[in-house]
């Protein structure tokens, strides 16, 4: 280095001309390297998990010490009154678990003199075991009887079944459905799981009852898209999902889209659902199918592929709040910025509005935000098309700025319309349980089979939504729909059949 300080030139306007240049590429490479922070940042929080996810993870660690000092611990010491308060407080078991009891006594004579006891009183201590799910056979016994005068055969018809001359019962394809997609289970392990018990069922043969159960359900899931399409506002996202090639082995990037419709922040009278779609790629094609012909609000990302829907009158697009804060947030993580954390902090005060809002009625929900909402989102967005001269236009907190500035005219719409939300976090959340299964099950192995997902993902996650048991729900329906007519399938739908059990409930009380 000391050498070529020797090579500098010893002319004042050549040394200035050399300065500047050197000035210039530091300022070069200092992007650079502030970019390339950026999204190492950002290929970390993809490789070792966000927040939430660390979070988890910090969980999973405290337990695993946990176990270990309990392991360790000697079970005849004292307890150290410390380590009593930190420890959790025993809930009481539930009254509804079944009860088997067992009596210990101490005989009838007492064991120092011989002498009779008498009973005192006692004590009881209750121990939670568990008993593994347990397989029942349901055997139909249909007699054949002969008519005495004309001899003719008589036999009752078999019930209505899930698969016509198959062997699962709506309760066992309702398990199968719930583990897979709703506990993110692969079939291998499960069939692993009912090996144990003693019953050999193949994965093969659990997949092929998944494909026919999604396609007995899958009026049903139709009538939640239609829910779905009749809300004033819908929640929309896609995300990513692996899709088997056949022949070569490899896979490509299909996609799950979701629309949710979700009122019970502004207290709608109308019950959640989420309806999910299977595509092979992400084209812009297919959101404008799926919602073709829908009139109202949608909350959606900056995805170019919803442009379509927003060429008709009927369809206008809400921008999302969330979005435009993670970009800072980004940032926030992988550099120190004060611009950055100055955007969050403001941010943070339209979420504050939102928290107030929350579960309102739509007029008083948009006398909050124009109160209190709107004059802040005014003072971000000026205070941001400040900040932008004073930065380089090629960083990433310009991007972030410039993102925020173009989405920022697509929020303003939730400012005088109660029944929008300021960000897309209702259709994020349904994509969750997807984001699980994948990293399970890692790939579907075809279109058919992705559509299936789509079909049970949309029954499951709706009876979520509405705090409903999907076991117990599939599990009836299963065994009703073979025989239910078309033209009513909405009976079927969650909300209808808790509402008729709670019903069937009522009465059989009141009787």
């Known amino acids: 280095m000391l050498d070529e300080t ?116 006692e004590d009881v201590t209750e121990e939670l075991d568990y008993i593994p799910g347990r397989f029942v056979v349901n055997r139909f016994v249909r007699p054949r009887l002969a008519c005495a005068c004309c001899e003719a055969i008589c036999q009752a018809p078999l019930p209505a079944r899930p698969i016509e001359r198959g062997r699962p019962g709506p309760g066992l394809l309702a398990h199968v459905l719930v583990a897979k997609y709703g506990d993110h289970l ?45 809300g004033q506002a ?78 008709k009158d009927e369809t206008r697009e809400v921008a999302c709040l969330a979005h435009i804060r993670r970009k800072f947030v980004d940032i926030v993580q992988s550099q120190t910025s004060p611009i950055a954390e100055e955007a969050i902090r403001r941010i943070a005060g339209l979420y504050a509005v939102e928290k107030q809002a929350r579960g309102h009625h739509p007029s008083e929900r948009v006398q909050l935000r124009q109160a209190h909402a709107r004059s802040i989102l005014d003072q971000l967005e000026a205070w941001l098309q400040a900040q932008l001269p004073r930065i380089s236009g090629k960083s990433e907190l310009a991007k972030a700025i410039r993102y925020a500035l173009t989405r920022i005219k697509k929020l303003r719409p939730y400012l005088d319309h109660g029944h929008v939300e300021a960000d897309n976090n209702c259709a994020e959340r349904a994509m969750k349980s997807v984001a699980l299964g994948r990293k399970n099950y890692l790939f579907v192995g075809s279109e058919g089979g992705g559509n299936a997902a789509a079909i049970a993902y949309t029954l499951i996650e709706t009876a979520k939504l509405n705090g409903i048991d999907p076991q117990a729900w599939l599990t009836d329906t299963l065994g009703r729909i073979a025989d239910h007519k078309i033209n009513k399938i909405d009976q079927l739908l969650p909300w209808s059949w808790a509402a008729t059990r709670a019903a069937t409930a009522s009465t059989q009380k009141a009787a």
């Open 6 to 121: 020797k090579k500098l030139p010893d002319d004042p306007a050549e040394l200035r001309q050399a300065a500047e240049h050197l000035v210039a590429l530091a300022k070069a490479q200092a992007l650079r390297i502030a970019k390339l922070e950026h999204q190492l940042a950002g290929l970390r929080r993809q490789r070792f998990g966000a927040t939430s996810e660390r979070l988890e993870q910090l969980d999973l660690a405290l337990e695993e010490t946990e176990i270990e000092v309990a392991r360790d611990a000697d079970p005849a010491a004292p307890e150290d009154a410390g380590e009593a308060k930190r420890k959790p407080r025993r809930k009481p078991l539930p009254k509804e678990l079944p009860r088997t009891e067992s009596i210990l006594s101490p005989g009838e004579a007492c064991a120092g003199c011989g002498g009779s006891l008498k009973r005192l009183g």
């Open 186 to 230: 692969p079939l291998y392990r499960l069939s692993k799981i009912f090996e144990r018990d003693g019953i050999d069922l193949d994965r093969s043969t659990l997949a092929d009852w998944v494909g026919k159960a999604t396609a007995l359900l899958e009026p049903l899931a139709d009538a939640i898209g239609r829910h779905v399409l009749a």
């Open 234 to 311: 819908i929640f929309a996202d896609d995300t990513p999902i692996k899709l088997q090639v056949p022949g070569n082995g490899k896979t490509k990037t299909a996609r799950i889209w979701t629309y949710v419709r979700d009122e019970r922040p502004w207290s709608g009278a109308d019950p959640p659902a989420v309806w999910y779609r299977f595509t092979i790629d992400r084209k812009g094609q297919h959101p404008a199918e799926h919602l073709a012909g829908y009139r109202g609000w949608v909350h959606a990302d900056g995805y170019s592929g919803f442009n379509e829907l927003y060429r």
